[in-house]
């Protein structure tokens, strides 16, 4: 029986770089469903779709093709009709454009299979907004995973500095805020913890500190 480990939070909590490694330590393989709604946002914004629920969504979503594979270092690559779009989701502007198209429904069930037969077929561990409260709920570890604005919007500022992308630390602070009100107000699959995670709050820890501690939880919990 494959192993499922849930990790949601907030926006810039860290959860795909501390998953991938924590992943990689316990020999998992890593899930990022936020790269799946950045995809579903690139060809909205290719096609000029708008991010609301519409029968131009529904058409969308019936005429392309997203898929996870991964690369000879076990790295998630994600594919936008056959076009590897990993590289190109990771703006502020395909953020925000995820945070819009994640609270459509028809959206949301698009991806919940792909997400499920992941987890069927591999021990892995899946991050999000509501793994363990929506796509996985018999997840055996869930995890939520935050951090205070301004620390998730620092360590954001400086991972795209260091892209050498122009960008303001109020800008990525406004974002990391905005997308908070919209992950928790949504009227479909709200951003909150599920009920028997485990809160872990990485404000005041390092990189390398936040990843023991994951691993740590996940150990003692399975």
Do not use: C
């Not at 690369?71 to 690559?77: A, H, T």
């Not at 995973?145 to 109020?170: C, H, I, N, W």
């Not at 009100?181 to 909150?192: F, M, Q, S, V």
């Amino acid at each position: 029986m494959s192993v499922a480990i849930a990790l949601d939070g907030p926006a810039g909590a860290g959860k795909s770089s501390i998953a991938k490694r924590a992943a990689k330590a316990l020999d998992y393989i890593y899930v990022d469903t936020g790269a799946l709604y950045r995809t579903i946002g690139l060809a909205a914004t290719r096609r000029g779709v708008a991010p609301v629920a519409s029968p131009e969504v529904e058409a969308l979503l019936r005429a392309i093709t997203v898929d996870l594979t991964f690369n000879d270092q076990g790295e998630q690559v994600v594919l936008l009709d056959g076009e590897d779009v990993s590289g190109l989701i990771r703006t502020p502007e395909a953020s925000m454009m995820a945070s819009k198209i994640s609270a459509i429904p028809a959206v949301r069930a698009y991806l919940l299979d792909l997400q499920r037969n992941m987890a069927k077929t591999h021990n892995v561990i899946m991050d999000g907004r509501d793994i363990g409260t929506v796509v996985l709920p018999d997840a055996q570890v869930k995890i939520f995973l935050t951090a205070s604005p301004e620390a998730r919007a620092t360590r954001r500022f400086k991972e795209l500095q260091e892209k050498g992308m122009d960008v303001r630390y109020e800008d990525i602070l406004n974002d990391v805020i905005t997308r908070d009100y919209n992950d928790t107000h949504r009227a479909t699959a709200p951003l909150k913890p599920a009920e028997d995670s485990i809160t872990v709050d990485t404000t005041a820890l390092d990189f390398e500190q936040s990843v023991d501690k994951i691993i740590s939880v996940i150990k003692e919990n399975l």
